[in-house]
């Protein structure tokens, strides 16, 4: 009889116990930014030469502004 | 793709701060915010350098890791952004950013120090890509529309050059290569000195802005 009320004891902490469980406080910062891939609001234009959504071609886009527009080497060889 | 990143060629920066303008024209940023600005050393000291300085955009930014309420957030691009909406501008990485990158708009009465505000690499923020909200809050995005941060785009000495950072690194050893020099210009022989005889032979160079 004891060993049961001791059982029954042991379930009812635990199952008490069970609900002071810690519980998450994160700050709940905005992780949900969209990615620049996905282009522009609708109604916007991208820049052309590539597609809103296409991940790839964006980075291919992104390469080919950075060297054509930074880069004066790749235009002429003369200078010094 | 490598991360997002910017480099300052300090042979090429003329001091210009057509950088400035075009961020600050780019993104309406508020009256007495500098998301960028150009720094000079050893300021009329004939062989003065100048460098074009924002937000890094650091692998492991200390602003990040200090920010009491995690405002920070990083994209997949490798570019350092934050949520105004979360921010309560207690300025704490502002003290923990080397570059001084972190600004504070005094917009009350009182001068009350608001959110922080910060280059963004013209990626805008948390909200929709080109929405009004992130206009008001972070400025144009950029990035979203295929573009490279304005501040680089609009540089006349092509001095600052910004984007994916194989890109940025190799068009900088390029120039390196072809006029024989400049890695030595800025670099962390310029920083810390160069060892002379086993000791740190050199001082860092005054720093002034202007």
Not at chain 1, 12 to 23: H, P, R
Not at chain 2, 70 to 84: A, M, P
């Amino acid at each position: 009889m004891s060993g049961r009320f001791n059982a029954a004891l042991l379930l009812a902490v635990a199952a008490l116990l069970g609900a002071c469980s810690e519980k998450p406080q994160g700050a709940g910062t905005a992780r949900h930014d969209t990615p620049p891939w996905q282009g522009p609001a609708a109604g916007q234009a991208a820049d052309a030469g590539w597609r809103a959504g296409d991940q790839a071609a964006w980075q291919e886009a992104l390469r080919t502004r950075a060297q054509r527009g930074q880069n004066e080497y790749t235009r002429s060889t003369s200078q010094p | 793709m490598a991360r997002m990143k910017f480099i300052c060629d300090s042979e090429r920066c003329i001091e210009c701060n057509g950088c400035v303008t075009a961020c600050k024209a780019e993104h309406d940023v508020p009256w007495g915010v500098n998301r960028r600005r150009v720094v000079t050393l050893n300021d009329g000291v004939p062989g003065e350098k100048s460098i074009s300085v924002a937000c890094m955009h650091c692998s492991d930014a200390p602003c990040m890791a200090v920010c009491p309420v995690d405002c920070f957030y990083r994209t997949d691009e490798g570019v350092v952004l934050h949520d105004k909406d979360v921010c309560i501008g207690c300025g704490y990485c502002s003290y923990a950013c080397p570059f001084g990158a972190p600004q504070f708009p005094s917009n009350g009465t009182f001068g009350l120090r608001g959110k922080m505000d910060k280059c963004t690499f013209c990626a805008g923020g948390p909200e929709d890509n080109g929405s009004a909200a992130e206009f008001e809050k972070y400025g144009r995005n950029r990035l979203a529309e295929g573009k490279l941060p304005a501040c680089a785009e609009m540089c006349s000495t092509k001095a600052l050059i910004g984007g994916d950072g194989d890109v940025v690194a190799d068009i900088f050893r390029t120039r390196v290569i072809n006029r024989g020099k400049g890695s030595e210009v800025w670099g962390w022989g310029t920083a810390y000195g160069k060892p002379v005889g086993g000791t740190n032979g050199g001082a860092a160079p005054k720093a002034g802005k202007s």
